[in-house]
């Protein structure tokens, strides 16, 4: 036995550069994607160096080379942006917050975790889901009149493409996989598959691609439906959006899912238009978080772009403020508070106009902007800072989750 392939393997590494935190942080988050032979990356603390542990130690000169690559681009990565906060919301509630919800909630039945990053719910749960769903429906509603809309799960690649997602986030991509167009194919995975244990994949050459992707951002399918519109101010648009991204290690939980659910509104039109309904979305989300009674906080932000596109875009986002994020406290299993990104405000610029060829009536590539909450992150939020004892939530949210 060779059991010299199955230890794990630790290597120390210098940094090009020292980094601090931040950047630290997202170089353990991203270093899933460096190797299949690396389990993961992690910086000291003093950001001078970092530890290279291996599942594999096969071809080792290779797969450090790519990780010091890897260490780099990550090191060229300016962070300590200033953070600008346009508001606060701060919970009545005085209980502690509850840690661990993730299996607080299996244990009530009320959540099952397939472990792959999907989940499935019922009960307060699905009922709490649902209420954020649709009181940020009714708030959009009231507020623009919003058009309500369903878009579908998958997205063509020439979508994608258009949408610059490749470009900046290629290791999140789905691509949907069929079955060969071919008698004897299709008729050998069937019977690899009729009487076996386990299930069996086909071979990759019978597995055709054809630029079906799963929807990596929920707003992505509504642009190629505006092609050819012409506004004099704006519309909105509103939806429930499914949404994955492929996490590799990283999914845990609610926190970080494949799959997940996105109540979108995007608006599209001039730029006083759009200006003007990006700046009434500040008080909007101020109101959902008082509704649901959690402490909560809208800042600027940057996302977490792909490794060699980081630097450029991060500081234009940075620099732009195009990006607030909504920041919401949770606890996790050990019980550190981290923030995690429950949602975000963001302005598009004319980008999606001029791709989809979406206008103004003077002739100019339409604005566009948007904003999407993740449902199950504000599901763990309001459990997290709640916990499970109906007495302790606001009342007009109580009495639809629990009976
Ligand atoms: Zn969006």
């Known amino acids: 036995m060779n059991t010299q392939l199955t230890v794990p393997m630790k290597v120390a590494i210098d940094m090009p550069r020292q980094v601090d935190d931040e950047v630290a942080g997202d170089i353990e988050k991203e270093s899933v994607f460096v190797s299949p032979a690396i389990d993961r990356i992690v910086v000291s603390e003093d950001g001078k160096s970092a530890t290279v542990v291996l599942k594999d130690r096969r071809n080792l000169d290779a797969v450090m080379d790519k990780a010091a690559r890897f260490l780099d681009v990550m090191a060229k990565q300016v962070s300590g942006y200033e953070i600008k906060v346009f508001f606060e919301t701060k919970r009545k509630d005085e209980g502690p917050y509850q840690r661990d919800v993730n299996s607080g909630l299996v244990e009530r039945g009320w959540l099952h975790d397939y472990g792959k990053g999907q989940v499935a719910y019922n009960g307060p749960v699905l009922k709490l889901a649902r209420l954020i769903n649709e009181k940020a429906a009714e708030l959009y509603k009231r507020e623009y009149d919003a058009t309500d809309g369903h878009f579908p799960a998958l997205v063509d690649s020439e979508t994608l493409h258009k949408c610059g997602y490749f470009d900046s986030h290629p290791n999140a991509v789905t691509f949907i996989g069929n079955m060969v167009e071919d008698f004897d194919a299709i008729e050998e995975f069937r019977a690899a598959n009729s009487c076996s244990?386990?299930?069996?994949?086909?071979?990759?050459?019978?597995?055709?691609?054809?630029?079906?992707?799963?929807?990596?951002?929920?707003?992505?399918?509504?642009?190629?439906?505006?092609?050819?519109?012409?506004?004099?101010?704006?519309?909105?648009?509103?939806?429930?959006?499914?949404?994955?991204?492929?996490?590799?290690?990283?999914?845990?939980?609610?926190?970080?899912?494949?799959?997940?659910?996105?109540?979108?509104?995007?608006?599209?039109?001039?730029?006083?238009?759009v200006k003007d309904v990006r700046n009434r979305a500040l008080p909007l989300v101020e109101e959902l978080a008082s509704f649901f009674d959690i402490d909560c906080k809208l800042q600027t932000a940057t996302d977490p772009f792909f490794a060699t596109v980081s630097a450029a875009k991060k500081f234009w986002q940075a620099a732009q403020e195009v990006k607030n994020e909504i920041k919401i406290p949770v606890l996790d299993a050990d019980g550190k508070t981290t923030n995690i990104a429950c949602g975000s405000i963001n302005l598009h610029g004319n980008f999606f106009g001029e791709r989809f060829d979406i206008e103004d009536t003077e002739g100019n590539a339409a604005m566009t902007g948007c904003v999407g909450l993740g449902i199950e992150r504000w599901v763990l939020a309001v459990f997290t800072q709640h916990g499970y004892d109906p007495d302790r939530w606001p009342e007009a949210v109580r009495e639809k989750i629990f009976d």
């Open 197 to 273: 244990e386990g299930a069996h994949m086909p071979p990759q050459d019978h597995v055709h691609m054809d630029g079906m992707c799963l929807n990596p951002a929920a707003c992505f399918p509504a642009y190629p439906t505006l092609k050819g519109k012409r506004y004099q101010t704006g519309e909105c648009f509103t939806w429930m959006g499914r949404v994955f991204r492929y996490e590799s290690r990283n999914i845990s939980g609610l926190d970080r899912l494949f799959e997940f659910n996105v109540r979108e509104l995007v608006f599209v039109g001039t730029d006083d238009y």
